[in-house]
Every structure is written in structure tokens, then in C-alpha cells.
């Protein structure tokens, strides 16, 4: 298919295994060898939690908002403060809340909001409490304790704890530390433990919860923020001239279709602007059509149930953006546009199955996780976050070999000691130093941390990405830098007695012997060693599921 630009491509400098493999060896050091040269850059890379070979995929499926429709950050999210601001004061909140403007510093995704105590807490996957925030004060050990025991909360109280894990969450999040923030410091309000008083009037976290949630639907349902999007889509929509060469590719290789929760004047407006590219996808072509590039396009999904039971499935006139009275139940008509129905439409219309289908899009719950659990379908995250992820991660690279080596010189000072020994050292300035390290680590992403770990712990985000998750990246553009016959190899994951034990090194000196081992090893045969070849076949599918 040929490169994507001379500026973007990146896939042919990557060296021949037969022809550079010294280059590719650590110098002075013939026992190791730097994977990491063979490596995409950063940028362009797809990263891998479940092995997956591209040529088994029969079917892309999109979602729109923060997938194919990229919203400027923060532009798009000040936006969506001040109209939820807005709205708040109108249904009687303080005016001074106007005064506040959003912070793109403060909040990240999958904080979880206490609605009993107003708190923002980032926890792991088991509950464990990792940073809390009241307002904008972040709460020291000793005074999380008093109000979590054993700094955990139960998750599954779904009643009291809800997840804000969608990028369309940050204002939400800001919107409570903002609201907590003003209660504390007005003087007409006394705090009390769940929430303020004032006179006869109480405003428990509770209530301030459901308004900030109405709020939130108010902002998205009555079409105002759609309005003003639409108004100004060159400074709140990025627009990505190699999205139409990623999605004519895709075509070329299997069906694609969207299923987004939007609704059609809007996707219809969004995906105009997305693929308003002069002249098209090659000098002298013409302009097509965002239809054209989708074999199937579905809005008002209203997921994560479209995932389930799903709606009614109606049909959309595409001029006035209306629904068709009565349910939809015919083949599969190219160019015509359906509200409603449910993944398993998507398949029985496109004649796909399960893991046929790879699903792209950014909402881990919404997207991702019903995806998966209900229709086995493989999936790949967005996650935008990644980029600021590994500009810090590879920027201070230092912090983390400073806290990997605290680890050793605390191992060390035990190394000799055993159940006989009564010597205690002195580990008081270590313990310091690695709260030190973390807490700068953590205010190179912003105030609330990284979106993904908390020193060496991950967050409740990162675990369910992992779980979830076969493929991820910054961007699905990303994949414009594999071919369509790539298979994505996940990296081995090793136990602590895997990681931490180390093994006899093997001797890669001789390289020439070595790739002639696996080249014959992999060379087609008539017949010798079927059952073995199988066993082998079989055992990669297993590993690609």
C-alpha cells in the first residue's frame, strides 16, 4: 500500500534483522540486544496487553467523540465548565462560582467521587486509596485513616462511590473540587461531616453530586454544548488529514463501520468537517463522502446498551436528520444511516462475529469493557493521556532509575539479615526519599498524578486498561503504521519471582546463527512435523483470544 507521507512514515527505517543486527546490539555488550531500536517511534507506536494478528480482522468499528473526533484540549473542556457553571448559577447556585476558571492541571481521568464525605480519590484496582482530594487540599496519610479506615473504600458501593472515567468527566471533576472549594471558604456555610449548613439550609455532597450529574446531562442532552461546538469547530475539533487514508485503507482490508451515541445532525456536521479535505486522498481525485468510507453507520447507539439489549433500530433520513416511523428489519442498505439497535445487529448487517470485529474507542466502560464482556468483541482504547504519559516517562526517565534503586539499597540492607537476626536498620530516610521521588514524579503529569500509576502502584484505570483492553494507543491513527498482516505480540508478563530471579544468560554473540535457526525453523515444510507445526499454530491462537 505504500507509505503514509515522507513526514510520517517511519515503518521502512526500521532494520533488516539479517543485514544490521550488530547495529542493534548493545555496544560492548554481546549478550543483549536493544530491542528497543526495532521499535516504532513512541508516537506512532500501538501498545499490546493481548496478542492479536490484524489479518484475522474482518471488521473496524469506530466510535466518534474522542475517537474519530478529536476535541482540543483544554479548549473544549473550558467550554463545557463554563456552560455547566452557567447552568448551576441559573438554577440558584452562588454567582461566584463565575469566578472560577477551569484548570487542565487538576483533574485526570478515573478519580472517584465520595458522594457521603465530597472527596476526589484516585485509588488501584483493589480499593487501596492512592491520593485524596477535598476541594483543592490534598489530605496527608494520618487524615485519610480518619475518615477510610485502612485507606480503602469498597468499590462495588456503587451508591456512595461513582467513577468519572470518561474524558467528557474532567470538567466534572474540576466542577466538584470547585464546589467543595467554595463551601469551605464561605463564611455563610459551617462544615459538618457530610457536607454544609447554613442556617436551616443543609448542602450535603450528595445533593451537590445529583446537581453537578444533572448539570452534566442538562449540558449534553438540551444541545448546548453540541451548539457552540458547532459553532467554532476549528478551535474545539482537531482535525487530522490522515484520517480518510486510514479509514480508505481499512476498507481495502475489511468492512468498517460507526456506532456512535451522537446523534445524526451532529455526527452528520463533526464528520463533514472531519473529512473536508481538498482535494482528497490523492493529487487530481475527487472529494468523497464521510458516508462512503463506513459500510454501516449507526448514531443514538445510546451505549453501553447498545451492547446488550439494545434499542429499536429506525432509519435516518439523512436530509432533514429524522427518524423513520416504524422499526428497520431489511437487509443491510449502503448509504442509509440507522438509530438504535444493538452490536448484535451489527453483526447479523455486516455478517461478522465476535472476535472478527476490532472495536476502537475511548470510553473504557461505555466502549471498551461492554465490548468485550458481552460480545468477545477485540478491542483498542484511545487514550489521549498517553501522550503526556510518555513524554514524562522518557523526560525523567531519572526518577524512575532513582526510585528502581532506592528499591535495591533497601533490599541490600536486609540482604544479609534473616528470622535470627535482631539488627533493625535504620530505613527512615529511604522511606522519605521514596515519598519524595514519587510525589515528584506524580507533579510531572499535574496535580492529581499520573493517569496510570502512583510511584511504582498502578491505577484503577490502568488495571481495567489492561483487562480490557487488547490494543491501545495515543491515537487510532496509530495504525496507519502497521500493515494490515501485523501481528501485535504482547509482551511476556512476568511475576515477581519471574522479574526479580534472574536467569542464565543466553549467548547472542553469534547472530548469524541464531536468525538462521529461527528462518529455518519457520520455513515451510511438505508434510514433516505436521502435528508439531498445529500444536504450535494452535497454541498462538490460544494466545491471540
Not at 510520517?8 to 533488516?16: A, I, K, R, V
Not at 507506536?45 to 476535541?71: H, P, Q, W
Not at 461566584?96 to 487538576?106: A, I, N, Q, S, V
Not at 522479574?499 to 511438505?526: A, G
Given at each position: ?464 486498561l489492561i483487562r480490557y483492553a487488547d490494543l491501545y494507543a495515543v491515537s487510532c491513527i496509530n495504525l496507519l503504521y502497521y500493515p494490515f498482516s501485523y501481528l ?58
Amino acid at each position: 500500500m505504500g507509505s503514509v507521507t515522507g513526514e510520517y512514515s517511519d515503518h521502512n527505517n526500521l532494520l533488516s534483522p539479517h543485514e544490521n543486527h550488530s547495529s542493534f546490539r548493545n555496544a560492548g555488550d554481546c549478550h543483549h540486544i536493544d530491542y528497543r531500536l526495532l521499535k516504532r517511534d513512541y508516537h506512532h507506536r500501538v501498545f499490546v496487553n493481548r496478542s492479536l494478528a490484524l489479518e484475522k480482522i474482518k471488521c473496524f468499528g469506530f466510535d466518534m467523540d474522542y475517537t474519530l473526533a478529536v476535541y482540543r484540549s483544554p479548549e473544549y473542556e473550558e467550554l463545557a465548565f463554563q456552560l455547566m457553571v452557567n447552568h448551576l448559577v441559573s438554577i440558584g447556585y452562588p454567582q461566584e462560582l463565575l469566578l472560577y476558571t477551569y484548570d487542565p492541571t487538576f483533574p485526570t481521568r478515573g478519580l472517584v467521587f465520595d458522594t457521603l464525605l465530597g472527596n476526589l480519590l484516585k485509588v488501584d484496582s483493589n480499593g487501596n486509596i492512592l491520593v485524596c482530594a477535598h476541594g483543592f487540599s490534598f489530605l496527608k496519610g494520618s487524615e485519610i485513616l480518619e475518615q477510610y479506615s485502612n485507606k480503602f473504600i469498597q468499590r462495588d458501593d456503587t451508591e456512595r462511590f461513582y467513577i468519572l472515567n470518561t474524558l467528557f468527566n474532567l470538567t466534572e471533576t474540576y466542577l466538584y473540587a470547585c464546589l467543595v472549594d467554595f463551601f469551605i471558604n464561605c463564611s455563610e456555610y459551617s462544615r459538618c461531616q457530610a457536607g454544609f449548613k447554613s442556617g436551616d439550609l443543609f448542602m450535603s455532597f450528595r445533593n451537590m453530586f445529583q446537581d453537578v450529574r444533572d448539570t452534566m446531562d442538562f449540558v449534553h442532552n438540551s444541545g448546548i454544548l453540541k451548539k457552540k461546538t458547532l459553532g467554532n469547530l476549528e478551535k474545539y475539533v482537531l482535525r487530522d488529514p490522515r484520517l480518510p487514508l486510514l479509514l480508505s485503507r481499512m476498507k481495502e482490508a475489511g468492512k468498517v463501520f460507526l456506532a456512535t451515541n451522537s446523534d445524526y445532525p451532529y455526527t452528520d456536521a463533526i464528520m463533514n468537517f472531519l473529512f473536508d479535505l481538498p482535494p482528497g486522498l490523492k493529487p487530481g481525485t475527487s472529494h468523497h463522502s464521510w458516508h462512503s468510507y463506513f459500510d454501516l453507520i449507526v448514531v443514538d447507539t445510546r451505549k453501553p446498551f447498545f451492547f446488550g439489549e439494545g434499542t429499536v433500530i429506525r432509519q435516518v433520513d439523512n436530509e432533514s436528520g429524522k427518524l423513520r416511523i416504524g422499526a428497520y428489519t431489511g437487509p443491510l442498505q449502503h448509504g442509509v444511516v440507522y438509530s438504535g439497535g444493538s452490536s448484535d445487529m451489527i453483526c447479523d448487517l455486516l455478517g461478522v462475529k465476535g472476535k472478527e470485529i476490532l472495536y476502537i474507542g475511548d470510553h473504557i466502560f461505555g466502549d471498551i469493557l461492554k465490548s468485550k464482556k458481552r460480545q468477545g468483541w477485540r478491542t483498542f482504547l484511545v487514550v489521549p493521556e498517553l501522550a503526556r504519559e510518555l513524554q514524562v516517562w522518557t523526560e525523567k526517565s531519572a526518577l524512575f532509575e532513582e526510585l528502581y534503586n532506592l528499591d535495591i539499597f533497601l533490599a541490600e540492607l536486609y540482604k544479609h539479615l534473616d528470622s535470627s537476626s535482631n539488627e533493625r536498620p535504620d530505613i527512615t530516610s529511604v522511606r522519605k526519599r521514596i515519598k519524595v521521588v514519587t510525589h515528584e514524579m506524580d507533579m510531572c503529569y499535574g496535580k492529581m498524578g499520573s493517569l496510570l500509576r502512583c510511584g511504582s502502584r498502578q491505577t484503577l484505570f490502568a488495571s481495567q486498561l489492561i483487562r480490557y483492553a487488547d490494543l491501545y494507543a495515543v491515537s487510532c491513527i496509530n495504525l496507519l503504521y502497521y500493515p494490515f498482516s501485523y501481528l501485535f505480540r504482547a509482551p511476556p508478563v512476568l511475576m515477581p519471582h519471574e522479574s526479580t530471579v534472574e536467569q542464565i544468560p543466553l549467548d547472542f554473540c553469534d547472530m548469524d546463527v541464531f536468525l538462521e535457526k529461527q528462518q529455518n525453523h519457520i520455513q515451510p515444510t511438505n508434510g514433516t512435523h505436521q502435528g508439531s507445526c498445529n500444536s504450535s499454530d494452535e497454541s498462538i491462537e490460544e494466545e491471540e483470544k
